[in-house]
């Protein structure tokens, strides 16, 4: 019993919340993880369960990205509801650990919500091409996985 190195603790199996559907296979979490990533850039992201369903109350559009390993499952169970409601098409990820590091924070998250244009301030015209052309990529797989499960 020597100690873990990252390596190993990379290995261990993700224990995920039987709600996690529709889970991103490999190619699309990769993709949904840069996406994640260039809209922390960009300061178009939402995270924490607090702050995306106050978005989605307040109306706010995009795509959600919830961790499929979250305990208690309870703190997310709605998350999924309110989504559907305001017709926001949601997907899950397998670690909230490898979604807090596309987002740029230390801890980990539970969802976050890539928003469609920053809360303040407008974006340059490069990086908002950028963004927008992998959202819509994220978005047509997320839709297309999404009509598989119903």
């Given at each position: 019993?020597?100690?873990d190195t990252e390596a190993e603790?990379?290995?261990?199996?993700?224990?995920?919340a039987p709600i996690a559907r529709p889970l991103a296979g490999k190619k699309l979490c990769k993709r949904t993880l840069k996406l994640v990533?260039?809209?922390s850039e960009a300061k178009c992201l939402k995270r924490g369960v607090k702050?995306?369903?106050k978005s989605i109350r307040r109306g706010q559009k995009g795509l959600c990205i919830i961790a499929g390993n979250i305990s208690p499952i309870?703190?997310?169970t709605?998350?999924?509801i309110l989504c559907e409601e305001a017709s926001i098409p949601y997907?899950?990820?397998?670690?909230?650990e490898d979604l807090a590091t596309a987002g740029t924070t230390k801890r980990p998250t539970c969802c976050v919500l890539v928003l469609t244009k920053p809360a303040k301030g407008e974006l340059e015209e490069d990086i908002k091409e950028k963004l927008k052309t992998e959202y819509d990529q994220v978005?047509?797989?997320v839709v297309e996985v999404t009509s598989l499960m119903f």
């Open positions: 019993m020597g100690s603790k990379k290995k261990t199996p993700v224990a995920l990533r260039r809209a702050e995306v369903v309870d703190v997310i709605h998350v999924p997907v899950y990820v397998p670690s909230k978005m047509s797989e």
